[in-house]
């Protein structure tokens, strides 16, 4: 038994714990302590997020498991949509294993002293069955690296598994926001769906889709909106500039050659007479400019997107672009039935 404290703001076993005299069975069932997935805890008081549950599932996991998906996703701060579960995948052992697990498991019938800790380590390969635990099985030993102690898999893997999941809409949303965390590029992920694999058809479109310089998940939606509507895709990130190059202003997307800005607002009222008032003069700003600014709130994603996509539309065509919504595939992700938290 090791003289080093437990550490009860991490996550634990509890029969270690009571082996160590650091709790009871009564005291893991309390108040002070929380249960993260059958047999681990942590100390009540300890924030819990998705790398502390990520560590949890690690605990209990079989060797061959990394933490991948979702939970990979909010590890490399990406952007996935909410789920109560860890994710986890548990790889499949190659030939050479394959065939010490064979020979373990039949030094392991009957449970004998052939039956090594080793050797029952070896059969752990399969898909979990802990509640609170999303486990899969895969044969693919690519993209897998370590972040915050963890073994994970890379940011270009978990936008490919995530494909088995996600929409388009929600795949996009993820590629942008893994870019803004500068863990990796729309290049790279346009290179990694290139591969074989499943579910490539759909990574393929997202990852083409994927852009530099969105800040968030609504206004990766707000693009994905316009584009499924057959409006041409704005740029994002545009920038101005005064003549030394300092930048003076920046919208969330637009059509530079148009003069037209799309922003999305995720306020739902002004919190105070200073940032109305810079709202205001900035507004001006690009009047001055002489440009159009469309501002889109969630509404305008989830209760109205039809007029989102008929109010850029008709300011493009003001502008002399040559438009109309031709698509109506944005009905398959927007709308109230498709409403979203983030």
């Given at each position: ?66 933490v991948s998906r979702h939970t990979a996703a909010a590890l490399w701060g990406g952007v996935a ?76 893997r978990t936008f490919l598994d995530c494909a088995e999941d996600l929409d388009v809409v929600e795949l996009v949303v993820l590629g942008d926001s893994l870019v803004h965390a500068g ?160």
């Amino acid at each position: 038994m090791t003289d080093q404290p437990l550490d009860t703001s991490r996550p634990f076993l509890g029969v270690e714990a009571m082996e160590r005299g650091v709790a009871t069975e009564a005291s893991l069932r309390g108040p002070r302590f929380r249960r993260l997935v059958h047999g681990v805890y942590v100390d009540a008081k300890a924030p819990v997020d998705a790398r502390v549950r990520a560590q949890a599932a690690m605990l209990v996991a079989p060797a061959a498991t990394v933490v991948s998906r979702h939970t990979a996703a909010a590890l490399w701060g990406g952007v996935a949509p909410d789920d109560w579960q860890t994710h986890v995948t548990t790889l499949r052992p190659d030939a050479v294993q394959r065939t010490a697990a064979r020979e373990a498991r039949s030094r392991a019938r009957g449970g004998g002293p052939g039956c090594s800790a080793q050797a029952r380590r070896l059969l752990e390969w399969g898909r979990m069955d802990v509640d609170g635990v999303d486990s899969r099985v895969s044969s693919d030993r690519s993209g897998i690296t370590t972040r915050h102690g963890l073994r994970v898999t890379t940011p270009e893997r978990t936008f490919l598994d995530c494909a088995e999941d996600l929409d388009v809409v929600e795949l996009v949303v993820l590629g942008d926001s893994l870019v803004h965390a500068g863990v990796t590029t729309p290049d790279a992920l346009v290179s990694a769906a290139a591969s074989i694999g499943r579910y490539r058809r759909l990574a393929r479109r997202a990852a083409a889709l994927v852009r530099v310089g969105v800040d968030s998940a609504p206004e990766s939606r707000t693009r994905m909106l316009l584009t499924l509507a057959g409006l041409p895709e704005p740029e994002t990130d545009l920038r101005f500039h005064d003549a030394d190059g300092t930048v003076l202003r920046r919208a969330d997307m637009g059509y530079r050659r148009r003069k037209v800005s799309v922003e999305y607002d995720g306020r739902q009222h002004a919190e105070d007479d200073q940032q109305w008032a810079g709202d205001i003069r900035r507004r001006e700003e690009f009047d001055g400019w002489g440009w159009r600014m469309v501002v889109v709130t969630s509404p305008g994603l989830w209760v109205e997107p039809e007029t989102t996509v008929q109010r850029v539309a008709t300011v493009l065509s003001e502008r002399g672009e040559r438009v109309t919504a031709r698509s109506d595939e944005w009905r398959r992700y927007f709308g109230p039935r498709h409403l979203r938290s983030a």
